[in-house]
C-alpha cells in the first residue's frame, strides 16, 4: 500500500475520529487517512468514504469522493450511497445533482442500492418531486426502494401521497415485505391525516407480521391512534407494549398535555419516576410543564422547574420556553420574565411565548417591548408572533398600535393574515369602538370568516339589538353558525350587556 499524495489528501476535520470503531487520535487523523486509502483501489476509497459518512463527517466525506474522481477511478456501486448519504446530512442539492449525473454517466442509476439513496438524498433536500421521478426511473423495485419513497413523502409533510403510495406497495410487494421501517412510516402518514381507517388498517397488518411488540411501531402507533381522537385506544396500545422507552411515556404524557388532560399527564409522569425504568429528559419536561401551564398548577410547575435547574436543563431551548409559557399561563408573568431573561438560546417561539404572556395579562406595552427587543436581535417574526402582538394590542386596547402592526404583517414581513390575525384585530376595533372599520376588514378578507371572527363582532354589538338582528340574517346567511349556537351566543351576549346596563 502506497501513501495517498498530500495534493490528494481531503481536508479533514480534526474534531472527529476517522470512524466510528477507530482509536486513532484527532491529530494523525489525516495521516491515518493517508495510510489507509490504496489509491488505485475503489474499494479502498468506498471503504474510507463509508467511514467518514457513518461518522458524522459529510463534508470530509464528500472531499474523499472527489478525490477518487480526480486520480480517474470509476466509482462503483458501493460509492455512491454513502456519497449520496453525506450530501443528504448536508441538504446539499447541487452536490446530490453531481452526483446523480454521475451515477447516470456510468449506468448505476437503476442498481437497487443506488436508486435508494437517490430517492433518500432528495427527500431530505425537500424536492419530493425528483424524489419520485427517481423512483418512478427504477424498472425494478425492491422493499427497500418502495419505503425509501414512502418515508421521502412522510418527510416532507405529503402523507397522503406516503399512504397512496403504501397501499400501491403492499399491492406490488406483499405483506410479508412490511418492515418496521415501512410500518412506522405509514404510521406517521396516518397520524397526520387523521385517518382512522387506515391507521386501524396499519395495525392489523404489524399484527399479522410479527411487528406490532416493536417499540418503534408501539409509539408511532399510539401517536397515530390519539391523533386521530382515539385517545383512549392509544392509552391501551401504551398500555399493552411489552417494553417502552423514553420516546413511549413521553409521548404519551405529551399527548395527554396536548389535549387538555392535565391530570392523565401529571398521573402518568409519576409512574414514569416510581416505576418506569427510564429517565426523563428535556422532552419529558416540556411535556409536563405543558399539563401544568394548562390546569394553572403553579406549585407543581414550581417543582418541575426546580427539578429543571437541578439537572441542568434550563438552558435548552425548549425547556425554557416551556417554563416561561407555564408561568404566564399560571398568572406569574414577573417569574417568567426572569427566567426569560436567564435564557442565554432564544428562537422564535420562545419571544413569542414572552410577547403572548404579557399580552394575556393587559400588559400590552410590555408586549410590545418584548416584541420590539426581538427584532433589534435579529430574530424574524412569524405568524405566531403576530398572533401574540396581536392579542396583546387588544387586551391593552392599543388600537393605533395593533392596526400598524396588523398592517405590516403582510407589507414588511410578507405574512399573510390568517383567521386567528383577523379575529384578533375585530376583536380589538370591536372594543374601541370601531364597528364599521371592523366589519369593512371582514368583507375584505381574502380568506373565509370563522365564527371566532363573526364572534368578536357581535361581541362588539353588546346591547345594539338593531345591529345584533342584522348580524343574525348576515351570518345565517352565510352558513358560520347553525341557529342553537347563534341564539346561545346572541343571549350570553345580550345578558352581558344588560347586566353592564343593571337591567338584570
Not at 461518522?55 to 474523499?64: I, N, P, T
Not at 408501539?218 to 411489552?242: C, E, I, P, Q, S
Not at 399527564?265 to 428535556?282: D, F, H, I, P, Q
Not at 417561539?349 to 426581538?374: Q, T
Request: glycine letters at 8%; a positive charge; one cysteine or more.
Amino acid at each position: 500500500m502506497r501513501f495517498l499524495p498530500a495534493n490528494l489528501i481531503p481536508t479533514l476535520s480534526l474534531s472527529k475520529t476517522f470512524s466510528s470503531s477507530s482509536s486513532i487520535a484527532p491529530t494523525s487523523l489525516a495521516a491515518h487517512f493517508a495510510r489507509a486509502v490504496e489509491p488505485s483501489s475503489v474499494a479502498s476509497w468506498n471503504s474510507a468514504i463509508a467511514d467518514l459518512a457513518r461518522a458524522g463527517d459529510s463534508a470530509e466525506a464528500l472531499a474523499a469522493f472527489a478525490s477518487m474522481r480526480r486520480l480517474r477511478l470509476r466509482p462503483d456501486r458501493s460509492s455512491f450511497p454513502c456519497a449520496l448519504k453525506s450530501a443528504a446530512a448536508l441538504s446539499s442539492l447541487r452536490s446530490g445533482r453531481q452526483l446523480h449525473l454521475l451515477a447516470f454517466r456510468f449506468g448505476l442509476h437503476p442498481d437497487l442500492f443506488v436508486a435508494s439513496a437517490l430517492v433518500d438524498m432528495y427527500s431530505k433536500c425537500r424536492e419530493p418531486v425528483d424524489a419520485r421521478r427517481a423512483f418512478d426511473e427504477t424498472p425494478h423495485r425492491n422493499a427497500v426502494l418502495w419505503t425509501a419513497m414512502i418515508v421521502g413523502y412522510v418527510w416532507n409533510d405529503a402523507a397522503r401521497e406516503a399512504l397512496s403510495l403504501f397501499k400501491e406497495f403492499l399491492a406490488k410487494e406483499g405483506a410479508l415485505s412490511l418492515d418496521t421501517v415501512a410500518a412506522v412510516a405509514a404510521l406517521s402518514a396516518c397520524s397526520r391525516v387523521l385517518d382512522r381507517k387506515a391507521t386501524r388498517g396499519v395495525h392489523g397488518l404489524a399484527m399479522k407480521v410479527g411487528l406490532e411488540m416493536d417499540v418503534g411501531v408501539g409509539n408511532t402507533l399510539m401517536d397515530a391512534y390519539a391523533k386521530g381522537g382515539d385517545l383512549d385506544v392509544g392509552r391501551k396500545v401504551f398500555d399493552g407494549m411489552d417494553e417502552r422507552d423514553v420516546v413511549s411515556w413521553n409521548s404519551m404524557i405529551a399527548l395527554y398535555a396536548q389535549n387538555g388532560l392535565s391530570a392523565e399527564a401529571l398521573e402518568l409522569y409519576c409512574k414514569m419516576l416510581s416505576g418506569g425504568g427510564v429517565r426523563n429528559n428535556a422532552v419529558t419536561l416540556s411535556a409536563v410543564l405543558l399539563a401544568c401551564a394548562h390546569a394553572g398548577a403553579l406549585q407543581i410547575g414550581k417543582r418541575i422547574h426546580n427539578q429543571v435547574i437541578r439537572i441542568g436543563l434550563e438552558e435548552d431551548v425548549y425547556v425554557g420556553t416551556s417554563v416561561v409559557d407555564m408561568y404566564c399561563k399560571c398568572g406569574r408573568v414577573d417569574i417568567a420574565r426572569k427566567a426569560f431573561n436567564r435564557m442565554r438560546a432564544r428562537n422564535i417561539l420562545s419571544w413569542s411565548a414572552m410577547v403572548a404572556g404579557y399580552g394575556m395579562h393587559g400588559h400590552g406595552r410590555e408586549a410590545l417591548e418584548v416584541f420590539y427587543e426581538m427584532r433589534r436581535s435579529g430574530v424574524k417574526p412569524n405568524h405566531i408572533t403576530f398572533v401574540s402582538v396581536l392579542a396583546a394590542c387588544s387586551h391593552a386596547g392599543l388600537v393605533d398600535d395593533g392596526r400598524h402592526w396588523f398592517h405590516a404583517m403582510k407589507k414588511e414581513f410578507g405574512i399573510d393574515p390568517g383567521v386567528e390575525h383577523y379575529g384578533c384585530i375585530v376583536d380589538l376595533l370591536g372594543r374601541a369602538g370601531c364597528l364599521d372599520e371592523a366589519y369593512g376588514l371582514i368583507k375584505e378578507m381574502t380568506i373565509k370568516p370563522d365564527f371566532v371572527v363573526w364572534g368578536a363582532l357581535l361581541s362588539a354589538y353588546t346591547g345594539r339589538w338593531d345591529d345584533v338582528q342584522k348580524m343574525r340574517v348576515l351570518m345565517k346567511n352565510r352558513g358560520l353558525l347553525g341557529m342553537l349556537m347563534w341564539k346561545s351566543l346572541v343571549y350570553s351576549n345580550l345578558r352581558l350587556g344588560l347586566v353592564r346596563n343593571g337591567k338584570i
